[in-house]
T-cell receptor, first 112, second 114 residues
């Protein structure tokens, strides 16, 4: 069974204090690993897709990396507007419209 | 930038009633999904839909649930006889020309069953 575990569950940072979120996964052949941002009461907002170990993607203060067992979302010099829940999801190599398997997310709070 | 839209944003219903949740996919997207998120829990897959038929469904998607694309644009999720445990946020997601394309999510419908 495909599984995604995210840590920590919650993270509180001071503005400008860099940190990393972890996503560990087990999947029967990885097609892609996805990072989404979710604000309270809203739908997941797409951030990145990573397909193979060693791949990195960047967007503003966020950088996502991928190994064969986990992915990290690095947040550099965060701002209060980066406060949200960050979701990691995997998509297996499979036939059909492969659904995403999500982790529980990391709730990030950035304090000014 | 194209977006997935969903209506209504909030639906309150009595237990045993039927509800229909609606989604307008991004234009030209071919793959459609419904997910749900119970308060404080993970986003869970319900069903995927392609070429006017269900491609895959989870254990949650039992006989009380159905999906269709009635007019070639809207994508709907029907729950025939709602239960208290159906209370959740329901998200529609759509993907483009390839089944492994990124899935873009709508803003969700909050369903409250009383």
């Amino acid at each position: 069974e495909d599984q995604v575990t995210q840590s920590p569950e919650a993270l509180r940072l001071q503005e400008g204090e860099s940190s990393s979120l972890n996503c560990s996964y087990t999947v029967s052949g990885l097609r892609g690993l996805f990072w989404y941002r979710q604000d309270p009461g809203k739908g997941p907002e797409f951030l990145f897709t990573l397909y193979s170990a060693g791949e990195e993607k960047e967007k503003e203060r966020l950088k996502a990396t991928l190994t064969k067992k986990e992915s990290f979302l690095h947040i550099t010099a965060p701002k209060p507007e980066d406060s949200a829940t960050y979701l990691c999801a995997v998509q297996a190599q499979n036939s059909g419209n492969t659904p995403l398997v999500f982790g529980k997310g990391t709730r990030l709070s950035v304090i000014a | 930038e194209p977006e997935v839209t969903q209506t209504p944003s909030h639906q309150v219903t009595q237990m045993g009633q039927e509800v229909i949740l609606r989604c307008v996919p991004i234009s030209n997207h071919l793959y459609f999904y419904w997910y749900r998120q119970i308060l404080g829990q993970k986003v869970e897959f319900l069903v995927s839909f392609y070429n006017n038929e269900i491609s895959e469904k989870s254990e949650i998607f039992d006989d009380q649930f159905s999906v269709e694309r009635p007019d070639g644009s809207n994508f709907t999720l029907k729950i025939r006889s709602t239960k208290l445990e159906d209370s959740a946020m329901y998200f529609c997601a759509t993907a483009g020309l390839v089944r492994t394309d990124t899935q873009y999510f709508g803003p969700g419908t909050r369903l409250t069953v009383l």
